[in-house]
């Protein structure tokens, strides 16, 4: 039966591979003009994963597009797949549907992409908005023009002219996908019902062009990611073979403080904030990035009203999810918004969401968690190597409070998702228990830096604040003012004569201590990647610790720019002695620093440059944009 099925598709293919070559563009076998259900170009070697042309015919640079753009892709694909990858899987030996296996961004039928592949074709949640109607476009039923139709990922079913039957299934994850039939008029949604979709006899003749989009990320409601479709046909004589293609929803991964960014943001909805954003606009525009504005005083308005709300950064967190296209990879920036219950949360629905910008929401905001829950305490570090582990797209940390684990901390639905893409974890649990807002973005941040690992980490210390407050009151600068013009006006002599502030912070620095120590073994550091912050504390209800001097760790990165909060520290000979100490530390490896005033609202309000800010990062090492493995296409031994 194998025989009889397989030798006409055998013999369907070979035909349409010459009509291919030897009519002219546009022509069928027949010689006549291929409609836009007919699919002549099947037996090409390159066919375009997601065609932007009405029709099948073939752009004619078709056979060069993929491989010479991505050249990794197709070499480099190591994924550790789970076990049920690794089933022996029943197909016939020409493969009667096809998806893009070896995720060069194209579907062949050389037999790079037969079904069964080791590798199953990477596909996009469709979270974006191409239309901009305020709706996803995973929850309508429609394709939205070429931009959104670039978001499908190509599934084809080959000509089965000999076939009496044939029904395409979706055997595993048929509530995660939507299915579309490019058809004459642009794409249909396939019926998504059991048993599966039967194939008309003229759709058996000439095969099916197909899109796929997933409805949801890993570990949304438990969904692995995973998709199974199956292609059963049946011929005359009543014996069955069956074609099985897999196909894998791209993880969501979040990208570093290092990353490139083309937009930075903040919340403007006060007043008082309008030195802030003047400032914050000048540098930002000068380190080649946009600065936007959101909420009633910004260019960007909100339905919602956002009151006071100025902590963009713990509002939403901007991640990126890609597969590979035809021109390229198609990446597609992600809004996971906050799960705090508060107004400026919807900027993600409201003003984020869009062309390109995707959205989700993992988690609901919890009760009695203080800040713990905040995108302030959700960080990802710069791509490490840890002995013989590698994490290229780096390795998410998050706070909590070791006397009370299980509930203050990161949402624990948040860390479940961020689980469930298998890319950046397992996740690091720094102790942030002894800060009052419990953030990690208080204690840790990173620069750039050529060669070597190719950053430094940034940690807060407060015995080298005290380090050098002692040393100039002993050259006899005790007088110096610190705090000049700002609530809690001092000297140097008056911070150190302050017993409690002194033996406070003599406390903190243990804590932080073995955080650094914790950081140093998990992401594979050195003392020498390490350089140490100015920072001092005041105690707040007795224990928990809040920036006295404004926070310099708590800072925007947009490349070799370092934008830190004005620390209106020691006033030494015209200079500012804390400004000084972070350019020592700093500008020798190539970074030039910024100092903003963000004592009011920000650091009155227990926060500073960074927990206001946010930042849309291109996934890109170093800048460089073919290196591939930035584009979440080669997942590694990481997964849990």
Same mark, same amino acid.
């Given at each position: ?18 009509? @291919? ?33 009405? &029709? ?70 469709? @979270? ?64 998504? @019902? ?40 049946? &011929?005359? #004589? ?40 003047? @400032? ?28 006071? #709300? ?43 969401? /869009? ?17 713990? #829950? ?79 690992? /190719? ?11 005290? #380090? ?173």
């Amino acid at each position: 039966m194998k025989a009889n099925l397989l030798l006409p598709v055998l013999a369907s293919t070979l035909l349409c591979t010459m009509a @291919a070559c030897g009519s002219g563009a546009g022509e069928a076998a027949d010689g006549s003009a291929a409609g836009p259900d007919s699919i002549a170009d099947v037996g090409s070697d390159e066919i375009p994963a997601s065609d932007h042309n009405p &029709g099948s015919d073939l752009p004619p640079d078709a056979a060069d597009v993929g491989s010479e753009l991505l050249p990794d892709q197709a070499t480099e694909v190591t994924d550790v797949l789970p076990d049920w990858y690794e089933a022996e899987v029943v197909v016939t030996e020409v493969p009667m549907l096809l998806v893009d296996s070896n995720r060069d961004g194209l579907v062949t039928t050389d037999g790079a992409d037969d079904s069964g592949g080791s590798s199953p074709a990477l596909l996009l949640v469709n @979270a974006d908005d191409d239309d901009s109607d305020g709706v996803r476009d995973c929850d309508d039923e429609q394709v939205n023009g070429p931009q959104d139709e670039a978001d499908l990922a190509s599934l084809l079913v080959k000509p089965l002219p000999d076939a009496a039957s044939a029904t395409l299934e979706v055997t595993r994850g048929r509530e995660q996908i939507r299915i579309f039939r490019k058809v004459a008029q642009g794409w249909t949604p396939l019926p998504n @019902a059991e048993p599966g979709y039967e194939l008309s006899q003229h759709e058996m003749t000439s095969g099916l062009t197909l899109g796929v989009e997933a409805l949801r990320f890993r570990g949304e409601e438990q969904f692995d990611g995973q998709i199974e479709l199956t292609l059963s046909a049946t &011929g005359g #004589d009543g014996e069955t073979l069956t074609s099985t293609a897999r196909m894998l929803v791209a993880p969501l991964l979040l990208t570093s403080g290092l990353d490139p960014a083309d937009v930075a943001y903040a919340a403007f909805t006060m007043p008082e904030q309008e030195g802030f954003m003047a @400032a914050m606009e000048g540098i930002v525009q000068g380190a080649g990035a946009g600065w936007v504005t959101v909420g009633p005083l910004g260019e960007l308005p909100m339905v919602t009203d956002p009151g006071g #709300d100025i902590w963009f950064q713990d509002a939403v967190e901007i991640g990126w999810s890609a597969f590979p296209g035809p021109n390229g990879p198609v990446v597609q920036h992600v809004a996971i918004q906050a799960p705090r219950g508060n107004p400026l949360d919807q900027v993600a629905p409201e003003v984020l969401l /869009g062309p390109d910008m995707g959205l989700v929401v993992p988690a609901q905001p919890r009760s009695n968690t203080y800040w713990f #829950d905040w995108f302030g305490n959700l960080e990802t570090s710069p791509p490490l190597t840890v002995g013989t582990q590698t994490y290229p797209h780096g390795r998410i940390y998050v706070g909590h409070d070791p006397d009370d684990p299980s509930w203050l901390c990161m949402h624990p639905d948040i860390q479940s998702f961020l689980t469930a893409q298998q890319a950046q974890g397992p996740l690091l649990l720094l102790d942030t228990g002894w800060l009052l807002i419990g953030h990690v973005d208080e204690m840790v941040s990173w620069i750039p830096v050529d060669g070597g690992k /190719g950053f430094k980490m940034l940690i807060a210390s407060t015995q080298s604040t005290i #380090d050098l407050l002692e040393q100039l009151q002993a050259s006899g600068h005790a007088s110096a003012p610190v705090f000049a013009g700002k609530t809690g006006a001092t000297t140097v002599g008056g911070l150190l004569s302050n017993k409690p502030v002194m033996d406070f912070n003599k406390l903190v620095q243990p804590r932080i201590d073995a955080n650094r120590e914790l950081l140093k073994k998990e992401f594979g550091l050195n003392e020498e990647d390490i350089i140490d912050v100015p920072c001092l504390f005041t105690p707040e209800s007795g224990k928990y610790a809040v920036a006295l001097m404004p926070d310099m760790v708590n800072s925007l990165v947009l490349g070799h720019h370092f934008i830190s909060p004005d620390p209106f520290g020691p006033v030494v000979d015209g200079k500012d002695a804390f400004k000084e100490a972070l350019r020592e530390l700093l500008e020798p490896w190539g970074v030039e620093v910024h100092f903003v005033d963000n004592w009011y609202p920000y650091h009155s309000w227990s926060g500073e440059i960074h927990c206001g800010t946010n930042a849309r990062r291109l996934p890109e090492k170093g800048g460089n944009p073919g290196h591939i493995h930035t584009f979440g296409l080669t997942i590694t031994s990481r997964w849990d």
